[in-house]
């Protein structure tokens, strides 16, 4: 069974930073994709962003030129860099792998304070 392991959420003030990292463990079937996806009180859970095995990457308008994504599919790690953060980016942040199935972490909290 394929475990995610998130670190490097935290309290940040607006327009500072942050460095999410996970890692899969157990993994039995090739990884095609990992991604972060996040979850605001009273809001569904939506796409971050998310790097294919290929190389494909694929941001949120609301994060694009701001959060930067980067995997290491060889180790089956991913990594989100959050520049320029603000209040409306605080949620719990979720890191996401596809394989045969689609396995979640148990979720990070980031909060920016304004």
């Known amino acids: 069974q394929v475990q995610l392991v998130e670190s490097g959420g935290g309290l940040v003030q607006a327009g500072g930073s942050l460095r999410l990292s996970c890692t899969a463990s157990?993994?039995?079937?090739?990884?095609?994709?990992m991604g972060w996806y996040r979850q605001a009180p009273g809001k569904q859970r939506e796409l971050v962003a998310a790097?294919?095995?290929?190389?494909?990457?694929r941001y949120a308008d609301s994060v694009k030129g701001r959060f930067t994504i980067s995997s290491d599919m060889a180790k089956n790690t991913v990594s989100l860099q959050m520049n320029s953060l603000k209040p409306d980016d605080t949620a719990v942040y979720y890191c996401?792998?596809?394989?045969?199935?689609?396995?979640w972490g148990q979720g990070t909290q980031v909060t920016v304070s304004s």
């Open positions: 996401a792998a596809e394989s045969l199935t689609t396995n």
């Open positions: 790097i294919t095995r290929g190389g494909t990457i």
């Open positions: 157990g993994v039995q079937f090739r990884i095609d994709a």
